[in-house]
């Protein structure tokens, strides 16, 4: 059974630095997609940015690109999203997403089977 348990989420300060983690495990990652989505008090869940696992292949929402950085470890089979210069705009639930079989990480929903519990980041001015 895949599990995905976040960790890393809090408070900071716009313009400092947080990393977030997302411990995985019960799934031979070699041909799998992993995203990052967050969602807003009020708002959908959205895309924030992918990674093609095997290739360290990585797409990012245009509101993060720049400033958020996602990668993987393959030997602790842990997806992580570096958020530098965080904005308070970027407050949410930040979830992890695995989906097996996918070469490029989708940006929809429904296309990932397995997500995280999620974790909160709240920025402040």
């Known amino acids: 059974q895949v599990r995905l348990v976040e960790s890393g989420g809090g408070l900071v300060q716009a313009g400092g630095s947080l990393r977030l983690s997302c411990a995985t495990s019960?799934?031979?990652?070699?041909?799998?997609?992993a995203g990052w989505f967050r969602q807003a008090p009020g708002k959908e869940r959205e895309f924030v940015a992918g990674?093609?696992?095997?290739?360290?292949?990585?797409y990012y929402a245009d509101s993060v690109k720049g400033r958020f950085t996602i990668s993987r470890d393959n030997a602790k089979n842990t997806l992580y999203l570096q958020m530098n210069s965080p904005k308070p705009e970027d407050t949410g639930i930040y979830y992890c997403?695995?989906?097996?079989?996918?070469?490029?990480?989708?940006?929809?929903?429904?296309?990932?089977?397995?997500w995280g519990q999620g974790t909160q980041v709240t920025v402040s001015s």
């Open positions: 990674i093609r696992w095997s290739i360290d292949l990585t």
């Open positions: 997403a695995v989906a097996p079989g996918r070469i490029i990480p989708p940006r929809s929903l429904d296309e990932y089977p397995y």
């Open positions: 019960g799934h031979t990652f070699s041909s799998v997609a």
